[in-house]
């Protein structure tokens, strides 16, 4: 599992390139008092990432105070698809800050326009949204509104929600209840009310047939009846694999037949990460809900459930509302930032691109003897999960080192994360051009080849 980067300088090797420059022992010297600092007053959770001190962005580059640059493979956790300090967004988001940057629920511009253009992206019947501020409270209000419908419904019976094994939906507890990985879970007391099925990932479940959905419900005693949502995310963060669209065609009908919520957490998928706007678009069906967060805002806190206007309005004015919802900064950048990525092709080039990054991940995977089990890639994300040769078990050391070197090397990842710490996940700014790419994948490439 994660753990803490050592706050001791390693004298790293320089590199000096257009996207990458590495002049000082990593971690910084001068940075290690800071990041002491950073420990000593925040909870341990707060201490996984790699000891870079984050100062500037500049495109498809993160920028320490020592002039150190790192070629950014992970958009700070999937966000900024338009690269870091975006001039139209920073200008957007100079001009509302100067005008108002607060209205609670009252009507404001910036609001208006923006949930406006989400229903334009978004296909019929998703003609609804709701805006909230993290991507768990965007899932966390699927849950409800999904366990609401059961209840007008179907009666106090219909409450159940299945969700799948290993899927992440957030760390507020109906996320997690909802989540598929029992060590986050370890706080939580059993809740029947969730239940789990086999992702369909073709790895772990090998069997990635809808009936194989069908029979664990079965084998878990649940009925069809009963079951008031279904949470999946669109792709599971650990491998960056999809249903099938059979499998999807059927899933939707099941839900359609039994009067259930079809729900689709896009909140990692959405916005051009798959080289469609919504990594739906690739299933050929439409969800009754989508969680949207992380790269609808360009970096600022906003998130979205986008939805049905029957389960949408199932609450009465004032009582599904948030303090910040609707942050009129924050809809200002993810405005600027929806017509950045309109306006530069950015769902296009990240189609453009899935070519090379697939080509780079198997490379990478084939340099790896045998530790790195699946290199799934759509769009411009990738997942290498890293194993024990010959086994499906996650070797989190050796991702966990990959890491380590990518980032003195001046290429920017966070830290290993899926079943076990395994996987690293490639997800560069989707305005990365192709050099760029191809560069980092390159010196990916070249670590794992050495470590594996
Ligand atoms: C698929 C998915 N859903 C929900 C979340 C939670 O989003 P947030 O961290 O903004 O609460 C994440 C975050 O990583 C995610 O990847």
Partial sequence: MAREFPLVPQDAKKVETRYRRIATAIP????????????????????????????????????????????????????????????????????????????????SAPRIELVQKLVSLTPEPLNKVFLLTTGAEATECCIK?????????????????????????????????????????????PDPRFVQVPYPDGFRERDISFDRFLSSLAEQSVDAQ?????????YPGVDVSMWTR???????????????????????????????????????????????????????????V???????????????????????????????NIKVIEEEGL??????LEAVLR??????????????????????????????SGTTDPDAELAWQVTKRAVESGLMLFAPVGVGGGAIKICPPLIINEEALREGLEVLREIVAELA
């Fill in 28 to 107: 910084v010297p001068e940075s290690v008092p800071m990041l002491e600092e950073m420990r000593r007053c925040e909870p341990r959770s707060m201490s996984g990432q790699p000891p870079i001190l984050w100062a500037k962005g500049d495109g498809v580059c993160v920028i320490d105070p020592w002039g150190n640059r790192f070629l950014d493979f992970s958009s700070g956790v999937l966000v900024t698809g338009c690269g870091h300090a975006h001039p139209r967004i920073t200008a957007a988001i100079q001009a509302q800050a100067a005008a108002l940057y607060h209205a609670y629920c009252f009507p």
């Fill in 145 to 189: 509104l999904g366990m609401t419908w059961g209840r007008r419904n179907g009666g106090p019976r219909k409450r159940r929600v299945v969700s799948f094994h290993n899927s992440f939906h957030g760390r507020t507890m109906g996320a997690q209840y909802a989540g598929g990985s029992a060590a986050l879970k370890e706080w939580l007391d």
């Fill in 226 to 234: 009963d079951v008031c949502l279904v949470l999946s995310e669109t």
């Fill in 246 to 304: 059979e499998y999807a065609a059927r899933m939707r009908e099941w839900c359609n037949q039994h009067n259930i919520v079809l729900a689709l957490d896009e909140v990692q998928a959405g916005f051009g990460r798959t080289g469609k706007w919504f990594g739906f678009e690739h299933l050929g069906i439409v969800p009754d809900l989508i969680a949207c967060g992380k790269g609808i805002a360009g970096g600022m806190p906003l998130s979205a």
């Fill in 306 to 336: 986008i939805g049905r206007p029957e389960v949408m309005d199932l609450y009465p004015p004032g009582a599904m509302t948030s303090t910040h919802s609707a942050n009129t900064v924050c809809c200002a950048a993810a405005l600027a």
């Fill in 347 to 352: 769902v296009e080039n990240a189609a453009r």
């Fill in 359 to 388: 080509d780079g991940a198997s490379r990478i995977a084939q340099s790896a003897k045998g530790r790195i089990a699946t290199a799934n890639t759509r769009g411009l994300v990738a997942a290498l999960q890293f194993v024990h």
